[in-house]
Every structure is written in structure tokens, then in C-alpha cells.
Nanobody, 123 residues
Framework: QLQLVESGGGLVQPGGSLRLSCAAS????????ISWFRQAPGKERERVSC????????NYADSVKGRFTISRDNAKNTVYLQMNSLKPEDTAVYYC????????????????WGQGTQVTVSS
């Protein structure tokens, strides 16, 4: 019954913005740290951002710091990724994943993944 569903991807021009959503079902999302990952064809998966179970701690990859913002809405059981000033290099499939604990640590393990949503940044 555990499930994460991403939405909000699409085609956007460089400099534009998108907001991705990660909706959880089968569990209470605020009990777990949630992370956004992305993977482009031919490239390794990258951890983009993570938010703690409490929402009090966040972190970002250097490649997106200052442009992306992760947040959660516990009432909607949803985590968001606001993406601004998008670049062609941001083109990838974006996934959200549930951590096994409430903290975003370097060695945190993730046990549940969504199916991904495509983000394409192009003129």
C-alpha cells in the first residue's frame, strides 16, 4: 500500500519555473525524510534535495542550491519541489523517495520510490 506519486513535470523554457509534487499514500509522510532525485539519460542519479520528517531541516545539491526549494504540506501528505531559473542541465526524470528515518543524512537509505515525472528545459 506504500506509494509515492510525482506530478508537475513538463516542458519549460530556460529561466522558467515548475513546481513538482510528491503525494504519499499508505503512510503518514511527515514521519519520514523525503528526498527528490533526478536522472538524465546516460548520467548517474543525483540527489537533488531532502527534507526532514519535521520539516525543520533541508539540504540541496550544489547544482540546484539557490534555485530550488523543497517543502512539505502535512495536511495534504505532499512534498513539493519548487524549481526556479531552470536550465537545460536540469532536464531529467525527477523522483521522490521515502527515507527509512526522519533525518537527511549522507548515508540515509531510501525504501520507497515514485515512478518519476519528466522535466524538460528547452527553447
Amino acid at each position: 500500500q506504500l506509494q509515492l506519486v510525482e506530478s508537475g513535470g513538463g516542458l519549460v523554457q530556460p529561466g522558467g519555473s515548475l513546481r513538482l509534487s510528491c503525494a504519499a499514500s499508505g503512510f503518514t509522510l511527515d514521519n519520514y525524510a523525503i528526498s527528490w532525485f533526478r536522472q538524465a539519460p546516460g548520467k548517474e542519479r543525483e540527489r537533488v534535495s531532502c527534507i526532514s520528517g519535521s520539516g525543520g531541516s533541508t539540504n540541496y545539491a550544489d547544482s540546484v542550491k539557490g534555485r530550488f526549494t523543497i517543502s512539505r504540506d502535512n495536511a495534504k501528505n505532499t512534498v513539493y519541489l519548487q524549481m526556479n531559473s531552470l536550465k537545460p542541465e536540469d532536464t531529467a526524470v525527477y523522483y521522490c523517495a521515502r527515507a527509512v528515518f526522519r533525518l537527511c543524512l549522507l548515508n540515509t537509505r531510501f525504501d520507497t520510490w515514485g515512478q518519476g515525472t519528466q522535466v524538460t528545459v528547452s527553447s
